[in-house]
C-alpha cells in the first residue's frame, strides 16, 4: 500500500494494517493529539507500528526521547531489535536513557507490594531507582512513552502511569495493545481511554487473517471425562450437594419455606406486585437463576418475564447459591424466629462441602476442590496425547506442537480433602511431558519441557540440544549437566536462565529436532515468537482476555518456510455429569472464546463455543455421551486444512464488522430449511425462500389471491339465470341445452372461488414462516425509523446442521436492533405492551369433502377460529407509533388485524391468558458474526 511510510531498503515492505495504523497516528500528529491507542492481534507488527512512528516523531524533533515499556524482558529484547533493525542507533536496555530510544520492563520502572495502602500515592513508594527514572524523563526534554501490551495497565501499572503522566503535560503517549477493547470491563475501559484518549486504530484477528498476514486456523475442542476414580470422588461429593438441595427444598423448613419464599420474591403476593424489569436490572444474575428454576418446574414464570436460550437449562450450583444467599439474607437471619435463626447456621455449615462458604455479604464461591479435581483432571495428560497423535499422523515431519500448563510442578501442599483422588503432579506441565515420553506412540515426537526454572526432557534429547547450545556458545555448553533421570526425564543444569535457554530451546524446536514443546504460560504464553508452530494445546486455566489473545497468537503468526500453513488451537476440556459443578471446565471454555471469532463448521465467522461447534451452547455442555462423537468430529475438521483455508477466504474483502445474527434451531423445523436445504445452499434474499407478503386483499378474511368484484359475481350469476329462464320458456332441445348451461353457471361459480383459495386457505392454516416474520419486523423497523434499511436487507441461509440463520444486511446497530426483534417475534409470550392477532383457519380437507366444507361455509370470508397472538418486539412495542408500524407490517406480511394494547383491561386479559405460550414453536439464539 503506497504511503509515506513506505519501509526502507533493509525492512520488509509495511503491511496493510500497519501502514493504515500509522496513517492514523500521522493524522493524530497533525492534530498535536499526543495520545493514541492502536489495537493490533499478536502476530500483526505492532512493534513495527511503534518503532516507525517514533522514528517519525524523533526525525520530526516532536520528541527528544522515546522510552518503550514491555511487560517482561522477551518483549523489552523485541523492542530493543526492532530499534536496531531501522539502521539507526543502538537501542538502550537500561534506565539511564543515553540513547534516543530506550526498551525497559514495567518492573524497571517499580515493583509494588501487593499488600500497599492503596490510599498513597504511587510515585512516593517508587524505589530510588525507579524515582531517578522518573526524573530523567521529565528532564529530557520532549519524550514519547510506547507503552507495549497496555492491557497490563489495568490493575497497579495503570494507575501509577496516570500518575506519572500528570507530571509530564507535554509528554506523547503510544498505547499499543492485543486485547479486543471490546471484553474490557466498564472500569478497564475507563482507564485505557484516561491514558489513551479514544482507540485510533483498531484490526480484528480475522481481518488480518483475511489480510493474509496471520494464519488461517481453528479452534477445536476435546471433550473428556474425568478418569473412574476422580467419578468416584465426585459421586461422593454429590451427595453432599443433593442433600443440602434436598433439605432446603422441604416444605417444613423455615417459617417461610424456600419455594414459598421464591414464589413471594418473584411473583409477588395480593398487596405487592414485582417489576420484573426493575429486578432485572438490579438483581440481574438472581433473576437468571430465578428462570432457571421456572425451567426446572419449581417456579411458575414471573409476570414480564422473557426466557432465553441461556435460562434454557436446570439451576446450576452457583443458582442455587444466589437463590440460597437471596432466602438466608432476606428472610432467615432478618427473622427474629429461632427456627430460622438456626437453620441458617445449619446451612452455613453445610457450604464448605459443597465448594462456597459465608461471608459478611453473603453466599461466595470458595476455592473448590471439586474444580481443582477437574481442571487437573489426570484425563488431560492423556487426551493431550491423542490429540498429538493425530496431528502427528496428519503432518508427519512438519508437525510442531506446544502445549501450555498453568505451572511446570505443584510447589504448594495439596489440600487433605483432595489427595486421595490426585496426585503432586496433576494439571503440571512435569506430568505432560512424563506422559508423552512413557508413549511409544509420541516419544519419538522428542518432546522437550522449558519453563521459567527448568528445560526436561528425555536424557537422548537434552543431549541433542547441549550440541545444539554448543555450536554456536561451546563454553556454555561445556558447563551444562543431564541429571540422572526419573520416571525417564532428565534436565539440563548449570549457570544460565531462561533469557539463555528459552532461543536454543526456540531453535531447537523450530528446525524439528524436537516436534513438541511443553512450557507454562508464564513463560511461553506471552512476547514468545516461534512461526514455525502448527497447532497448541491450552491445558491452563487462564480466561481473562489478555491471556486467552496471548495464547491464541502463538500460533497465528505466519511462517516463512511454510506458505500454506494453517494453525489449530486446541482447548481440552473435562466435564463431569455426576457433579452439580462438574461443568465448571466448559465454562473457562465458554469465557477463553466469548468475543472472539473464528470460522464455525459451516464457514460462517463466529464469535463464541459455536465457532468450534454450531451445536455447542455458551450455556451448558454437551452431554458426556456426545464426547467420542464431537472429538471424531474434531479430528476430522483438523486434518483438512485446506478446508480450513478455503473458509477464511483468505485474499477477499472484509468490512471488519461484528453483526449479530439470529439461528433458529433445526430441531424446530422452519418450512425455509427444507426449501432452502441443499448441497448449494448459501445466503440468500429474503424473497428467494417465498418470504414474500401472503396477504394481498387488506381483510385478513379475503382468501382469494385476487379480489372479487360485485359487479362480475352479479354479472355472472345473472348471465345464468337468464339462460336458465331461456330454457324453461323454450321447450325444445335448444331449451334444454340452456337450461343446462344455466345451471352450470350458477354451481360453478363456488366451486370455482373455492378451487382458486384453497391455496389461499391453506397458507392462513400454516404459521407464517420465519422469513414472513423477518419480513415484518425489518419492514416495521425501518418505517419507524429504527433500522437504515428494510426486508430487501434480511440474509437467511440454511446451515450444515440444519439451523435456519437470519441477518440484515446492514449497519451493526440496525442489525442488533432487527435481531433483537427478531428473536423475540420468535419467542414465548413474556409481558408485552402490544399483542397482534393472527388468523388461524381450518386447515382445509382433501377432495371431495374439502370442497363441500368450502361450499358449506362459503368462500369470500373464511371461516375465521379464534385468533393466535403475537408479541410486538419490545423495540416497536415501547410507544404507539412504532408498534402501529409494526401491525401494517405484520397486517401486509401475515395478515391478523390491528395491534392491542395489553396495559388496558382487554389486553390485560389477552397477556394474561396468552403469557408464556409459544405461538411459533420455535428455539432461537443470538449469535454475533463477522464480516
Known amino acids: 500500500m503506497p504511503g509515506v511510510h513506505q519501509s526502507r531498503k533493509s525492512q520488509s515492505p509495511l503491511r496493510r494494517h500497519q501502514n493504515e495504523a500509522l496513517e492514523a497516528l500521522a493524522g493524530s500528529v497533525a492534530d498535536d493529539a499526543r495520545r493514541s491507542w492502536i489495537v493490533l492481534p499478536p502476530g500483526a507488527g505492532k512493534t513495527r507500528v511503534g518503532v516507525e512512528h517514533a522514528k517519525n516523531l524523533l526525525d520530526a524533533g516532536h520528541v527528544f526521547t522515546v522510552v518503550a515499556f514491555g511487560p517482561n524482558t522477551a518483549i523489552q529484547t523485541q523492542w530493543a531489535n526492532a530499534w536496531n533493525d531501522l539502521g539507526a542507533d543502538r537501542a538502550g536496555l537500561d534506565r539511564d536513557l543515553t540513547t534516543r530510544f530506550s526498551a525497559l520492563t514495567y518492573q524497571s520502572l517499580a515493583v509494588f507490594d501487593d499488600d500497599r495502602d492503596a490510599t498513597t500515592s504511587l510515585l512516593d513508594e517508587l524505589a530510588p531507582g525507579g524515582r531517578e527514572l522518573v526524573d530523567r524523563l521529565g528532564d529530557g526534554g520532549p519524550v514519547l512513552l510506547i507503552l507495549d501490551e497496555c492491557h497490563h495497565l489495568l490493575d497497579v501499572w495503570g494507575n501509577l502511569l496516570a500518575e506519572l503522566l500528570d507530571l509530564l503535560p507535554g509528554v506523547w503517549v503510544l498505547g499499543l495493545t492485543a486485547t479486543p477493547p471490546g471484553t474490557m470491563t466498564a472500569a478497564q475501559s475507563e482507564l485505557v481511554s484516561g491514558l489513551f484518549s479514544d482507540i485510533r486504530y483498531s484490526a480484528s484477528i480475522p481481518a488480518v487473517v483475511r489480510e493474509g498476514d496471520l494464519a488461517p486456523f481453528a479452534d477445536l475442542v476435546w471433550v473428556t471425562t474425568p478418569t473412574s476414580e476422580e467419578n468416584s470422588w465426585l459421586s461422593g461429593q454429590a451427595v453432599r450437594f443433593t442433600e443440602l438441595i434436598t433439605g432446603i427444598l422441604d416444605p417444613t423448613q423455615g417459617s417461610v419455606p424456600f419455594l414459598e419464599w421464591v414464589d413471594r420474591r418473584f411473583l409477588g403476593t395480593r398487596g405487592q406486585t414485582v417489576s420484573w424489569v426493575a429486578m432485572s436490572r438490579s438483581h440481574p444474575d438472581l433473576c437468571s437463576a430465578a428462570l432457571r428454576l421456572h425451567h426446572a418446574d419449581l417456579l411458575r414464570l414471573p409476570p414480564g418475564a422473557s426466557p432465553a436460550e441461556q435460562h434454557r437449562r436446570d439451576p446450576d450450583a452457583d443458582d442455587w447459591a444466589l437463590l440460597i444467599d437471596d432466602w438466608m439474607r432476606h428472610h432467615l437471619l432478618a427473622s427474629e424466629k429461632a427456627e430460622d435463626r438456626e437453620l441458617a447456621e445449619a446451612i452455613r455449615r453445610a457450604l464448605p462441602a459443597i465448594g462456597y462458604r459465608w461471608t459478611r455479604t453473603g453466599i461466595r464461591a470458595g476455592r473448590s476442590p471439586v474444580d481443582r479435581v477437574i481442571a487437573y483432571s489426570a484425563a488431560k495428560p492423556q487426551a493431550t496425547t491423542e490429540i498429538i497423535c493425530a496431528e502427528a499422523a496428519n503432518l508427519g515431519e512438519r508437525l510442531r506442537m506446544l502445549v501450555l500448563c498453568d505451572f511446570e510442578s505443584l510447589t504448594a501442599t495439596l489440600p487433605t480433602d483432595v489427595r486421595e483422588v490426585i496426585s503432586e503432579d496433576s494439571g503440571s506441565a512435569l506430568l505432560v511431558l512424563e506422559t508423552l515420553v512413557a508413549d511409544a506412540r509420541t516419544t519419538g515426537l522428542r518432546p522437550l519441557l522449558v519453563s521459567g526454572k527448568t528445560v526436561a526432557g528425555a536424557p537422548d534429547v537434552l543431549s541433542d540440544l547441549r550440541t545444539a547450545i554448543a555450536e554456536s556458545d561451546e563454553p556454555l555448553a561445556s558447563r551444562l549437566q543431564i541429571s540422572e533421570p526419573v520416571s525417564g526425564i532428565s534436565r539440563l543444569e548449570g549457570p544460565w536462565s531462561s533469557r539463555t535457554w528459552v532461543p536454543h530451546v526456540t531453535e531447537l524446536f523450530s528446525t524439528g529436532r524436537s516436534q513438541v514443546l511443553i512450557g507454562t504460560r508464564a513463560l511461553l504464553g506471552e512476547g514468545w515468537d516461534a512461526p514455525a508452530i502448527t497447532g ?234 420465519v422469513g414472513q416474520l423477518a419480513g415484518a419486523v425489518s419492514e416495521a423497523l425501518h418505517n419507524a425509523g429504527l433500522s437504515k434499511t428494510g426486508s430487501d436487507s434480511v440474509r437467511i441461509r440454511v446451515d450444515v446442521s440444519g439451523d435456519l440463520r437470519c441477518h440484515l444486511d446492514a449497519d451493526a446497530q440496525s442489525a442488533e436492533v432487527f435481531a433483537l426483534a427478531l428473536d423475540e417475534a420468535v419467542s414465548p409470550i413474556a409481558d408485552p405492551r402490544y399483542l397482534v392477532p393472527r388468523w388461524s383457519l381450518p386447515q382445509p380437507s382433501i377432495g371431495a369433502r374439502g370442497l363441500w366444507e368450502r361450499l358449506k361455509v362459503g368462500w369470500s370470508n373464511a371461516q375465521q377460529s379464534d385468533p393466535v397472538w403475537h408479541a410486538v418486539p419490545s423495540a416497536l412495542g415501547r410507544r404507539r407509533e412504532p408498534a402501529l408500524a409494526y401491525s401494517q407490517a405484520w397486517n401486509r406480511w401475515i395478515g391478523g388485524g390491528e395491534a392491542i394494547y395489553t396495559r388496558n383491561p382487554e389486553g390485560a386479559g389477552v397477556v394474561t391468558a396468552y403469557r408464556g405460550t409459544n405461538p411459533m414453536q420455535m428455539t432461537s439464539v443470538l449469535r454475533t458474526s463477522w464480516h
Open 536 to 769: 497448541l494445546i491450552d491445558l491452563s486455566t487462564a480466561t481473562t482476555p489478555t491471556a486467552v489473545t496471548q495464547t491464541r497468537g502463538r500460533a497465528l503468526r505466519r511462517d516463512p518456510k511454510q506458505a500454506q500453513k494453517v494453525a489449530l488451537n486446541w482447548t481440552v476440556v473435562c466435564v463431569s455429569p455426576d457433579h452439580p459443578r462438574g461443568d465448571q471446565d466448559w465454562g473457562r471454555l465458554v469465557r477463553k472464546h466469548d468475543g472472539f471469532f473464528g470460522t464455525d463448521s459451516d464457514g460462517e465467522i463466529v464469535d463464541g463455543v459455536a465457532h468450534i461447534d454450531s451445536v455447542f451452547s455458551p450455556y451448558e455442555p454437551p452431554e458426556t455421551e456426545l464426547a467420542d462423537e464431537i472429538n471424531a468430529r474434531m479430528i476430522a475438521r483438523s486434518q483438512d486444512r485446506s478446508e480450513i483455508a478455503r473458509r477464511w477466504q483468505v485474499g477477499s474483502e472484509c468490512k471488519d464488522e461484528e453483526l449479530l445474527s439470529v439461528r433458529v434451531l433445526a430441531d424446530t423445523g422452519p418450512r425455509e430449511a427444507k426449501a432452502l436445504a441443499r448441497p448449494e445452499s448459501g445466503t440468500v434474499l429474503n424473497d428467494e425462500i417465498g418470504a414474500k407478503p401472503r396477504h394481498l386483499g387488506g381483510d385478513p378474511g379475503h382468501i382469494l389471491p385476487f379480489r372479487v368484484r360485485t359487479a362480475t359475481v352479479v354479472a355472472w350469476m345473472g348471465l345464468g339465470l337468464i339462460l336458465l329462464l331461456l330454457g324453461v320458456a323454450i321447450d325444445d332441445v335448444g331449451g334444454l341445452v340452456l337450461t343446462v348451461l344455466g345451471l352450470v353457471l350458477w354451481l360453478s361459480l363456488p366451486v370455482v372461488l373455492t378451487i382458486a383459495g384453497t391455496r389461499r386457505i391453506r397458507d392462513y392454516a400454516k404459521p407464517p414462516t
